[in-house]
């Protein structure tokens, strides 16, 4: 690597992570880059997964919030410490991702030597498999989704690859980014707030890829809790299409949202009891009349 001395910050939001936050920082600090801060971002868990890792990882810097402030707000506060710290690059990581030892050089090499890349992510896999869960995607404007893509061997012939949308799991991200496009929007909760921060980067002139050379393993702790998570997809996902959509896509939009409402009430009249049809209506109904179930 040419220049070992970028100082880089790595924020790990932890709630209530006490299953998978030992073994992210573990791996962590196996990381072969001579330069950074973990800055590990409590939003108020009560498992006792904080108090853990303050006793096996000294070496982290420990921030505690009075509450969820949710994964914008919560990320927030860690971004603000290391830009006051004077970090060249903040890497954003879940704290249910175990990331390879060369993830971190590899990135800030790339970065280093593309000038015009505000944020990159490494390749990330599901759990122990080898299946992608994030290698880049794209925003579908027309049908309110974003799209998964797969790597190609076309695609890793310069160690990287432009994409539409950088996952929140684990990006890394420049700090003139922050300078130019601001901080996470707080208005999400939970969800889309990664796709936005994408594209407000992407208006602010910056570029977004992936590098395959680059690992990270993600063992999804969201999948435990389904119905909260279906609820947070749908309500910031509305409230991303209601932001970030161009004038003449706005009345498409509108009519999309409207055919979906009638969608889940006919699957509702089927299945009156399904949990998962319930929390998207509630979903729709909570962004309508403006309300976000905070947990």
Same mark, same amino acid.
């Given at each position: ?19 998978? %936050?030992? +073994? ?5 600090? &196996? ?22 890792? =303050? ?21 927030? $506060? ?5 830009? /006051? ?5 903040? !890497? %954003? %990581? ?11 050089? $590899? ?5 280093? +030597? ?15 498999? /080898? ?12 049908? @309110? =989704? ?25 990006? *890394?991200?420049? &700090? ?7 901080? !996470?929007? /707080?208005?999400?909760? *939970? ?16 570029? !977004? ?16 809790? !389904? ?7 749908? $309500? ?12 003449? %896509? ?11 409402? @009638? ?6 009249? =089927? ?25």
């Amino acid at each position: 690597m040419k220049n070992p001395s970028c100082k880089v910050n790595i924020v790990i939001l932890n709630y209530n992570g006490k299953d998978v %936050l030992k +073994k992210c920082l573990a791996s962590v600090f &196996r990381l072969d880059y001579p330069d950074f801060e973990v800055v590990v971002v409590d939003n108020d868990s009560k498992d006792g997964s904080l108090e853990e890792a =303050k006793n096996g990882f000294s070496r982290a810097t420990f921030i505690k919030n009075e509450g969820n402030l949710g994964f914008s707000a919560g990320n927030n $506060v860690g971004i603000k410490y290391s830009l /006051e710290k004077q970090a060249k690059y903040v !890497l %954003l %990581l879940n704290n249910d991702t175990e990331v390879e030892r060369n993830m971190l050089s $590899v990135l800030i090499d790339l970065m280093e +030597k593309q000038k015009g890349i505000g944020i990159m992510s490494p390749r990330i896999v599901r759990g122990d498999s /080898e299946e992608s869960w994030f290698s880049g995607g794209r925003i579908d404007w027309m049908r @309110m =989704k974003t799209v998964h893509e797969e790597v190609s061997s076309e695609k890793t012939r310069e160690g990287f690859f432009e994409t539409g949308f950088i996952s929140g799991c684990a990006m *890394l991200i420049r &700090r003139e980014v922050f300078a130019k496009a601001g901080l !996470l929007d /707080e208005d999400f909760f *939970l969800y889309w707030e990664d796709v936005d921060f994408s594209v407000r980067a992407q208006r602010a002139g910056f570029k !977004l890829a992936v590098s395959p050379l680059s690992k990270v393993r993600h063992f999804e702790k969201s999948e435990n809790f !389904l119905e909260s998570k279906i609820y947070w997809l749908v $309500v910031s996902g509305l409230f991303f299409f209601k932001k970030n959509s161009k004038c003449y %896509l706005r009345p498409w939009i509108s009519f999309y949202t409207a055919m979906r409402k @009638m969608k889940n009430r006919m699957d509702i009249r =089927k299945k009156p009891a399904d949990a998962i049809f319930l929390a998207v209506s509630k979903a729709y109904d909570d962004f309508k009349n403006n309300i976000r179930q905070k947990t």
